[in-house]
DNA sequence: CCCTTGTTGATACATTTGTATCAGCAAACT
DNA sequence: AGTTTGCTGATACAAATGTATCAACAAGGG
């Protein structure tokens, strides 16, 4: 049986192509077509993998969900063994906000699947939904550990950090992709507000 | 000269279809027809009105802002005379945030446009950047007037505080919309977070 | 050599959508 | 009464789009 090419790495081409397109003008312009210009294939391509746009788009979000999970996982891994929670939690903040084209990219393309998920809840899937609940709850998981060894501030409930840092590093970089504000900047505001949130002395 | 009905009303109750219709279904739903029908009005009225369907949706967004900006105004004024900062700040919060059906129609409304505006900047014009933007400061106003009196905890900058509050506003607003959380859940996330920046003594 | 698999091309087609046109009707102000 | 204004209806039309169909070709494994 032949099998001259890739099934995975096809689906990952085109849905690349698609999360492209999604960055650079918007979800509203994603049509089959451009998708198969875009990924430099044939419009038929696209409908031989991925057999309707529904499943396109599905594809495509699952495809951003993995790849920031194996973002994240590298960078944190490159911590070294052991490191600090605060150095964790930024590290990740770090890696997602939007600072360079890629990350920027990833930003857009996950409020625009958001807001999509807003209305139409069915094409925007658990696992979209999941993804951010997932790293939620890792960042609760570290403020916790923090927490344990006394790290934090008195008073400080682990998953009410969690929320709220994760809800400022969205909403900041919203406003960051607009242009209202520098990442340096929102970034620095995040760091003002961790500084509140550990305890200061300690190292 | 005969004039019957009112343009700016008329206006108001086309848009205002316009928004319900982002708000139930998406930006990416609303059609000329749709508006017109949804307003109960024929096509041919809402091209009389707004030409094209650029200016359409420009109108929404300016008429949502300055909608927004009404309530607001009454909210705050309905304190009564002389409140204390934090009561105002707690007020605007909890006025945008989306609890009930107007607040999260708002919500939704504002993400949409926020994302559109994030690949189209020509279609999301200076006045609906202006209004997040206006709503910032007013806040950090606030802060600042609180920091005057002596009413935040030490090392904060009235200016981050807003940046973060209003951030953590928006990404907090998107997960409720989204179910991921309550709308009380996330109150109480800042309400946690702005014990924290102000002072607690005093009253 | 042959057959399966990956891929393209050329269309086709019904729908939707923004925009435009022309005629006409009802109401109200002068 | 007449004229202006607000509004509707019926259509028209080109462009875009999701989906489907049929033929064909290249390449690699058995």
Request: proline share 3%.
């Given at each position: 049986?032949?099998?001259l090419?890739?099934?995975?790495?096809?689906?990952?081409q085109?849905?690349?192509?698609?999360?492209?397109?999604?960055?650079?003008t918007g979800l509203?312009?994603?049509?089959?077509r451009a998708?198969?210009?875009e990924?430099?294939?044939?419009?038929?391509?696209v409908?031989?993998?991925?057999?309707?746009?529904?499943?396109?788009?599905?594809?495509?979000?699952?495809?951003?969900?993995?790849?920031?999970?194996?973002?994240l996982?590298?960078r944190?891994?490159?911590l070294g063994?052991?490191?600090?929670?605060?150095?964790?939690?930024?590290?990740?903040?770090?890696?997602?906000?939007?600072?360079?084209?890629?990350?920027?990219?990833?930003h857009i393309?996950?409020t625009?699947?958001?807001?999509?998920?807003?209305?139409?809840?069915e094409?925007?899937?658990?696992?979209f939904?999941?993804?951010?609940?997932?790293?939620?709850?890792?960042?609760?998981?570290r403020f916790?550990?923090?927490a344990?060894a006394?790290?934090?501030?008195?008073?400080?409930d682990?998953?009410a950090?969690?929320?709220?840092?994760?809800?400022?590093y969205?909403g900041?970089g919203?406003s960051v992709?607009?242009?209202?504000?520098?990442?340096?900047?929102?970034l620095?505001?995040?760091?003002h507000?961790l500084?509140?949130?550990?305890?200061?002395r300690?190292?």
């Amino acid at each position: 049986m032949p099998k001259l090419a890739d099934h995975e790495q096809r689906r990952a081409q085109i849905t690349d192509a698609l999360l492209r397109i999604v960055a650079a003008t918007g979800l509203h312009s994603v049509t089959m077509r451009a998708v198969a210009q875009e990924a430099g294939v044939s419009l038929r391509l696209v409908q031989y993998y991925f057999q309707t746009k529904e499943r396109l788009l599905l594809a495509a979000v699952e495809h951003v969900g993995t790849r920031l999970a194996d973002r994240l996982a590298t960078r944190v891994r490159g911590l070294g063994e052991d490191p600090g929670h605060r150095e964790v939690i930024e590290t990740i903040v770090g890696e997602v906000f939007p600072t360079d084209a890629d990350s920027r990219m990833l930003h857009i393309v996950y409020t625009s699947y958001a807001v999509l998920a807003m209305t139409s809840p069915e094409l925007a899937g658990e696992r979209f939904l999941g993804d951010p609940d997932a790293l939620e709850r890792y960042v609760a998981g570290r403020f916790q550990a923090a927490a344990d060894a006394g790290e934090l501030a008195d008073g400080t409930d682990p998953r009410a950090e969690a929320a709220a840092l994760m809800g400022m590093y969205g909403g900041l970089g919203t406003s960051v992709v607009l242009g209202q504000r520098t990442a340096a900047d929102a970034l620095a505001v995040i760091g003002h507000h961790l500084d509140r949130v550990f305890r200061p002395r300690r190292t």
